[in-house]
T-cell receptor
Framework: DVKVTQSSRYLVKRTGEKVFLECVQD?????MFWYRQDPGLGLRLIYF???????EKGDIPEGYSVSREKKERFSLILESASTNQTSMYLC?????????????FGPGTRLTVL | KQEVTQIPAALSVPEGENLVLNCSFT??????LQWFRQDPGKGLTSLLL?????REQTSGRLNASLDKSSGRSTLYIAASQPGDSATYLC???????????FGKGTKLTVNP
């Protein structure tokens, strides 16, 4: 059974803090993704990583950075949290295109920035 | 740029009814289409993945169809149950990439 875990289910931070969201997958997947989900806007891709130390910007990368030092772990970093980054953050992973693999999602982290 | 639309945004039905959820996409050059389910406050769970060479996929009471040429997919749920209440999302790849573009979902409520 594929498992994608996220470090926290709920997180409350203050404006200006540096925030780390961690995601770990146990299926040796090459691809990992970070999304945010907001009411009325749906899921939007922040960053995508297709291999260790490799990354691509998604649709809304501003204000975020990522780190992938090991294949199983993909971190999302908010360098200086702002209130408009209050959202649900979802991590996902899958095998590369050419397989029949879907994306597997973690349970999400609900981040509130005060 | 790929855009995905899901209609209706919300649907409420009595238990036992058969129902259809709709998904349309603007760029028909896709290599697959996926349907996901999301329960409130949770992550997404994959329901069905249809490869571009396929017309439909079935899993239990769920059947998803794909018509690439018209840019449409439907998710058919037979004999709906209260446990089917959730938001259903459709997703297709952006161009030929690994990145998915999601619709905003259809929120389904099945009333006992």
């Amino acid at each position: 059974d594929v498992k994608v875990t996220q470090s926290s289910r709920y997180l409350v931070k203050r404006t200006g803090e540096k925030v780390f969201l961690e995601c770990v997958q146990d299926m040796d997947h090459e691809n990992m993704f970070w999304y945010r989900q907001d009411p009325g806007l749906g899921l939007r891709l922040i960053y995508f990583s297709y291999d260790v130390k490799m990354k691509e910007k998604g649709d809304i990368p501003e204000g975020y950075s990522v780190s992938r030092e090991k294949k199983e772990r993909f971190s999302l970093i908010l360098e200086s949290a702002s209130t408009n980054q209050t959202s649900m953050y979802l991590c996902a992973s899958n095998a590369p295109r050419g397989s029949t693999d879907t994306q597997y999602f973690g349970p999400g982290t609900r981040l509130t920035v005060l | 740029k790929q855009e995905v639309t899901q209609i209706p945004a919300a649907l409420s039905v009595p238990e036992g009814e058969n129902l259809v959820l709709n998904c349309s996409f603007t760029d028909s050059a896709i290599y697959n289409l996926q349907w996901f389910r999301q329960d409130p406050g949770k992550g997404l769970t994959s329901l069905l993945l249809i490869q571009s060479s396929q017309r439909e996929q079935t899993s239990g009471r769920l059947n998803a169809s794909l018509d690439k040429s018209s840019g449409r997919s439907t998710l058919y749920i037979a004999a709906s149950q209260p446990g089917d209440s959730a938001t259903y999302l459709c997703a297709v790849p952006q161009g030929g990439s690994e990145k998915l573009v999601f619709g905003k979902g259809t929120k389904l409520t099945v009333n006992p």
